[in-house]
């Protein structure tokens, strides 16, 4: 009996680079599939390859036994597959129903001219939210949805267009407990239609709840593929890394100096209400929340890319009343992005000038950028934030762990005093978020304080001096590392008083 997706003996260089070295791998409908391993393992290149990105440099895809030809997009979609990507695919101005029939859409005869028939469009996208229970208007806008709901939108889109074979890549990142848990009942509604979901994840704690088979990756080739009803998680790590990982949040404890940062009374057009914190030199500071909670609102209201604001803010004891990007960085306040990684660099530009953009004073004279300065700069930052990279190679080409470690030598090059991190470790691996918590380490250890806004519990717990948790763009509760646990942060993260 064959499989539904068979990928045999596929092999993909980049230059001299090996990624894939003659990779087997076999899917069934109705199942999830995961596919775990490092940054750089190969797990996108195999699926790009798959969704007609790349061309394989040798190996054949058989589906439902028969030997196929990707050499594009189109052709991939046409075989009835679909890739979710990380990051958004979506025209936000748009409506659910437009994003879902973009390019495909229904189409009358009014005598003899053809229009889209938008009465059917409309009627048959709100016919998939029914079906997955999803409490949505087919006639809403994208950007009025949240992170969660436009992941349904994609998957939505991919089922329209009769796809057998659907892959996620880090389809959880940046949501929450709730909305991941949403996402897995969609997820297992749409496997009960005989689709194959192909989940690539670094959250290997979540493929219990969701995962039926997992693969393992390393270094290009498949190191391990085994029923998820018996794999041992502390094996899969092992397998993933190569090596033993003892210590998931490695939280060093550094002397907290006086107050670097406070905030008082801070809101801004309702998204955020009174809010009022400060930070101490050293300190990690976790901020979370459930999705509307306003975390992500407040990073920006601080950075001044949202304004005009009511409240304080104070930085080094100085009263600012008004705050925008110059400002805030100029008096040492920086931000660290999150899960879209576009929003912190230049990616067809240079490790070099990414690193060196956010203070280029430290490496001009009479107006000139001076190269040989550029260089040692950022080769010390490289090397100490173990990006192992040329300082040459564009940022596009980079893993999603060496483009947040480039983000971050961006920032300590610029002398940062307090570093807003939205989602600090989203959608690296294993080995890529311990290296990120150790830089973080170093950074309270020399006086740097870190305000870490993130959505995975465990995370918040294990590194932070202090919890703030926001509900509804309102703080409801602030306390030391010592009092958090999971549940109580959900229960106040719900609402709970």
């Known amino acids: ?91 936000q101005d748009l409506t659910i129903t437009e994003n879902v029939f973009m390019r495909r859409e229904p189409l009358k005869r009014v005598k003899w001219i053809r229009l889209i028939d938008w009465d059917s469009a409309y009627k048959e996208a709100q016919t998939y939210l029914d079906d997955l229970n999803l409490p949505l208007d087919s006639r809403m806008l994208v950007k009025n949805l949240t992170i969660a709901q436009q992941k349904f939108v994609e998957i939505i889109k991919a089922l329209s267009q009769d796809a057998k074979i659907i892959i996620m890549d880090e389809p959880t990142a940046a949501l929450t407990e709730k909305e991941t848990e949403l996402l897995f009942q969609v997820i297992r509604d749409v496997k009960k239609r005989g689709v194959c979901i192909i989940y690539i994840s ?11 088979v997992v693969t393992v990756l390393r270094d290009g080739e498949i190191i391990e593929k085994c029923d998820m009803r018996f794999a041992d998680i502390s094996e899969l790590v092992r397998a993933m890394a190569g090596k033993e990982l003892s210590d998931r949040y490695p939280k060093l404890k550094v002397k907290l100096g006086k107050e670097i940062l406070r905030v008082e009374g801070l809101s801004y057009e ?38 005009p604001f009511q409240g304080t803010i104070w930085l080094g004891g100085k009263p600012f009343f008004s705050m925008n990007p110059h400002l805030a960085q100029k008096n ?69 762990g060496k483009q947040k470690k480039v983000i971050l030598a961006k920032w300590l090059f610029s002398n940062a005093k307090v570093l807003l991190m939205e989602e600090p470790t989203a959608g690296i691996d294993i080995v890529s978020k311990i290296d990120i918590y150790n830089i973080m380490n170093e950074l309270v250890l020399s006086g740097v304080s870190i305000i870490m806004i993130s959505t995975n519990i465990q995370e918040i717990i294990g590194l932070s001096d202090r919890i703030v948790v926001m509900y509804k763009g309102e703080i409801r509760g602030i306390f030391p590392k010592g009092e958090a646990t999971q549940e109580r942060i959900l229960y106040y993260a719900s609402g709970g008083e």
């Open 1 to 91: 009996m064959s499989h539904l997706l068979e990928m045999r003996k596929i092999s993909k260089q980049f230059n001299d680079n090996t990624v894939l070295n003659g990779i087997d791998f076999v899917a069934d409908g109705g199942q999830v599939h995961a596919i775990i391993g490092e940054n750089g393992a190969g797990k996108s290149t195999m699926m790009r390859i798959l969704a007609g990105l790349f061309l394989p440099d040798s190996g054949e895809i058989r589906i439902n036994g028969d030997a196929v030809s990707i050499q594009n997009p189109k052709q991939s979609q046409e075989l009835g597959i679909a890739m979710i990507h990380q990051e958004m695919r979506l025209f």
């Open 202 to 212: 670094h959250r290997i704690e979540e493929l219990r709840h969701i995962a039926d």
């Open 270 to 307: 309702g998204r955020i209400r009174d809010i009022s914190f400060d930070v101490r030199r050293g300190e990690i500071l976790g901020i979370t929340g459930l999705s509307g909670s306003g975390r992500s609102t407040l990073a920006k209201v601080l950075f001044g890319i949202h304004q």
């Open 332 to 400: 040492g306040l920086c931000y660290v992005t999150g899960v879209s990684h576009d929003e912190g660099l230049i990616l067809d530009a240079s490790i070099a000038e990414n690193i060196t953009l956010s203070n280029l004073e430290r490496i001009s004279s009479a107006g000139f950028i001076r190269k040989e300065k550029q260089s040692v700069y950022s080769k010390d930052l490289i090397e100490r934030l173990g990006i192992t990279a040329d300082e040459h190679d564009l940022v596009k080409n980079l893993s999603g």
